[in-house]
Nanobody
Framework: QVQLVESGGGLVQAGGSLRLSCAASGRTYSMGWFRQAPGKEREFVGSFSWSGNTNYADSVKGRFTISRDNAKNTVHLQMNSLKPEDAAVYYC??????????????WGQGTQVTVSS
């Protein structure tokens, strides 16, 4: 069973930047990031497909960038121009079984991102 370990969360002022990382213990295909703020449902942030395509939620386009290091089986989420509404627990997800870009069967434990105004 593949496991995901996230790192890089923390406290940042509005307008600042943070970089999240997610390391997978085994082979994965598409990998993505989701977030969940208190009292809200988990929402899609962005993904990096097995073919190298990226996809982002409208709310983060132009501010967040996903990159992937295949040699290290790691995906990164660079978050710039952070806003208070970006504050949430961020989860890394991966598809370890199929080439689907919307199915994720492995989830990380989450890392907290706090943005002060």
């Amino acid at each position: 069973q593949v496991q995901l370990v996230e790192s890089g969360g923390g406290l940042v002022q509005a307008g600042g930047s943070l970089r999240l990382s997610c390391a997978a213990s085994g082979r994965t295909y598409s990998m993505g990031w989701f977030r969940q703020a208190p009292g809200k449902e988990r929402e899609f942030v962005g993904s990096f497909s097995w073919s190298g395509n990226t996809n982002y939620a409208d709310s983060v386009k132009g501010r967040f960038t996903i990159s992937r290091d295949n040699a290290k089986n790691t995906v990164h989420l660079q978050m710039n121009s952070l806003k208070p509404e970006d504050a949430a627990v961020y989860y890394c997800a991966a598809n370890s079984k199929t080439l689907s870009t919307t199915y994720y069967d492995v989830w990380g434990q989450g890392t907290q991102v706090t943005v002060s105004s």
